[in-house]
C-alpha cells in the first residue's frame, strides 16, 4: 500500500518564526488533507490540496503530485499553533475515500 | 452546533466488558467513518460506510462491530474488550465516499483496565 512520510517528526519554535513541514508519498494519489490535532485532541482540517497551492491566512500549502510531496508553511507562528500536524492522502486506485495518514510532525511554539 | 459529535468523550472500563461508541452527523454527509489512533498517535482507519453499506473493513478483529442505522449515524460496537483497544476512536465523515474533505469528531478516549 502507500506508505507516507513526514518530516520533520518534532519542531520547536520560538513565536513569530516560520516553519516548514514535509510530506512524502509513494504513490500517486487523488485526496490529499493536511490536519491539525490542537493539544485537546480535536483534528481540524486545514487544506484539501491533492496539487496545488493554497493560502489561508498564515498557512499555506503546495502538493507537486508528480514528485510526490506536499510541503505546509507557518508563517509568524503562534503559541496557539502547537500540536500535531499530519498529512494524509487516499490513493488513486480506489474510490472509497479512506485516507492514509503519516506519523505526524509535533510543533511546539514557545512564546 | 456541533458537526460530528461523539458519545461518550471517555470510556473506562474493565477487560472482558462490551461498549459502544456513538457518532451523529448533521451535514448531510452519505459516508461516514470511523478511524483509531494509539498512543503513539498513528491513525489508522477501521470502517467506512456509504449511505449505510459498509465500504471498508480493514482488518479489523470481529470483535468490532460498526452498525450504521441510517446515513447521519454510524455507531462502534466494541465485544470482550482487550487492553490493546485502548485507544482514541475518531468519528468522521464526508460528503461523499471517493476524494472528499474529512470532517472529524472530537474523539472517543477508551480505556481498558
Known amino acids: 500500500g502507500i506508505q507516507v512520510e513526514q518530516s520533520p517528526p518534532d519542531l520547536i519554535l520560538q513565536e513569530g518564526a516560520n516553519s516548514t513541514l514535509r510530506c512524502n508519498f509513494s504513490?500517486?494519489?487523488?485526496?490529499l488533507q493536511w490536519f491539525h490535532q490542537n493539544p485537546w485532541g480535536q483534528l481540524i482540517n486545514l487544506f484539501y490540496?491533492?496539487?496545488g497551492t493554497k493560502q489561508n491566512g498564515r498557512l499555506s500549502a503546495t502538493t507537486v503530485a508528480t514528485e510526490r510531496y506536499s510541503l505546509l508553511y507557518i508563517s509568524s507562528s503562534q503559541t496557539t499553533d502547537s500540536g500535531v500536524y499530519f498529512c494524509?492522502?487516499?490513493?488513486?486506485?480506489?474510490?472509497?475515500?479512506?485516507?492514509?495518514f503519516g506519523q505526524g510532525t509535533t510543533l511546539q511554539v514557545k512564546p | 452546533d456541533t458537526a460530528v459529535s461523539q458519545t461518550p468523550k471517555y470510556l473506562v472500563t474493565q477487560m472482558g466488558n462490551d461498549k459502544s461508541i456513538k457518532c451523529e452527523q448533521n451535514?448531510?454527509?452519505?459516508?461516514m467513518y470511523w478511524y483509531k489512533q494509539d498512543s503513539k498517535k498513528f491513525l489508522k482507519i477501521m470502517f467506512s460506510?456509504?449511505?449505510?453499506?459498509?465500504?471498508i473493513n480493514e482488518t479489523v478483529p470481529n470483535r468490532f462491530s460498526p452498525k450504521s442505522p441510517d446515513k447521519a449515524h454510524l455507531n462502534l460496537h466494541i465485544n470482550s474488550l482487550e487492553l490493546g483497544d485502548s485507544a482514541v476512536y475518531f468519528c468522521?465523515?464526508?460528503?461523499?465516499?471517493?476524494?472528499?474533505?474529512?470532517?472529524f469528531g472530537a474523539g472517543s478516549r477508551l480505556t481498558v483496565l
Open positions: 494524509a492522502v487516499g490513493d488513486s486506485s480506489g474510490n472509497t475515500g479512506k485516507l492514509i
Open positions: 468522521a465523515s464526508s460528503h461523499t465516499a471517493g476524494a472528499n474533505v474529512l470532517t
Open positions: 451535514l448531510g454527509h452519505d459516508t
Open positions: 460506510y456509504n449511505n449505510k453499506e459498509l465500504i
Open positions: 490540496i491533492p496539487s
Open positions: 504513490d500517486s494519489v487523488n485526496n
